[in-house]
């Protein structure tokens, strides 16, 4: 089982309890259940899955690190100083600021947000400047070194921002179902820029599915989506879930597994799929192509997105055969 659920039980709510109880049924996934002509090259292994499962567990906490530093630069609920934006303090070479730091540990949380926040970095055990100097890390190869963003992307923390493009890609979907799976929902928590705090604390997908399917379970690993949307704490590189669904619906995902994940994942999700159900994400990779077809779970087509008139995104539908 993944450490963070008892990380985060005290800011678990009876139904978030619950649900994280469905995790019992969760079992994990192993090397024989992967195609191992695919697998083997890849490198994984039962050794693999122990190193994966401490990989995922500080990538949790580096994208809890990078909602604590946007959080500490950017909100007004706990400091009267002026917002500063991430980017420009990476670009400028800031140091941690001292005064919202003191003023982030002094304060008493009151909106949910904070209480969040402020969750996370009690569990986290990182001093504030550690959280900083990790985010500006990150900032500084993305923004200003313009590092490549696939492997920076595979490389990089956990995080559950959302992007509002996605809610426009999923409205473009027409598709029939019982039985819905949103994997990784997010939570719009915190944003790298432009952060205020009267951002609604929800997922844009979570609320639009449950607005056309009657069933939509949600799963996730990172503590604070877990705990606010009541998901199902769930690794999609390392488990495998009980449930079968008629759509699995996961998008901003895939772009944080590198081959050997973005296979096990797979892997696992068709295991979950229904006869003729759809799995739809956003990740043109060939290799999503090709594990596809070892899996019995081929591209059935790529639908192009448009936002605003320009070509933004490509959604990935697959076909369970
Ligand atoms: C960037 S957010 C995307 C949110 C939303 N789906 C969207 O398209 O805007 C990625 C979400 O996937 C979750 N996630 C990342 N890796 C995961 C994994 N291995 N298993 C389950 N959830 C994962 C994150 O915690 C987060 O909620």
Not at 117 to 130: A, F, M, S, T
Not at 170 to 192: F, Q
Not at 231 to 240: E, K, N, S, V, Y
Not at 241 to 256: C, E, G, Q, R, S
């Amino acid at each position: 089982m993944i450490k963070i659920v008892s990380d985060f039980t005290p800011l678990m709510t009876r139904r978030s309890l619950i649900a994280s109880l469905c995790l019992a049924a969760n079992s994990d996934l192993t090397v024989d259940l992967l195609p191992q002509s695919l697998a083997t090259p890849l490198g994984i292994n039962g050794a693999w899955f122990d190193a994966q499962r401490k990989r995922q567990q500080l990538r949790i906490a580096q994208g809890s690190a990078e909602h604590i530093a946007y959080y500490l630069l950017q909100s007004k609920s706990f400091s009267s100083e002026p917002a500063i934006d991430p980017t420009q303090a990476a670009h400028q070479k800031l140091p941690c600021p001292s005064t919202r730091s003191s003023d982030f540990l002094a304060a008493t949380p009151k909106d949910p947000r904070h209480k969040l926040i402020r969750n996370l970095y009690d569990n986290l055990n990182w001093p504030l400047d550690r959280c900083y100097a990790h985010t500006l890390r990150f900032l500084e190869a993305k923004e200003l070194n313009q590092a490549p963003l696939e492997p920076l992307y595979q490389e990089r923390g956990l995080s559950s921002d959302t992007s509002p493009e996605s809610l426009t890609a999923l409205s473009t979907l027409n598709l029939p179902a019982k039985r819905v799976l949103l994997a990784g929902p997010g939570l719009d928590l915190t944003r790298r820029e432009k952060f205020t705090d009267d951002i609604p604390l929800k997922s844009h997908q979570l609320d639009h599915l449950k607005s056309l399917y009657t069933q939509v379970d949600a799963i996730d690993i990172r503590p604070e989506v877990i705990a606010h949307l009541h998901a199902t704490p769930h690794d999609l590189t390392t488990q495998i879930l009980p449930a079968k669904y008629d759509l699995i619906v996961a998008t901003n995902l895939f772009v944080y597994l590198n081959e050997a994940e973005l296979l096990c994942a797979l892997t696992g999700l068709t295991r979950s799929l229904n006869p003729g159900a759809k799995l739809v994400h956003n990740d043109t990779r060939f290799a999503a192509k090709v594990f596809g077809e070892a899996l019995d779970i081929p591209v059935e087509k790529y639908q192009p997105v448009s936002l605003g008139g320009r070509k933004w995104d490509r959604l990935v539908i697959h076909q369970k055969l």
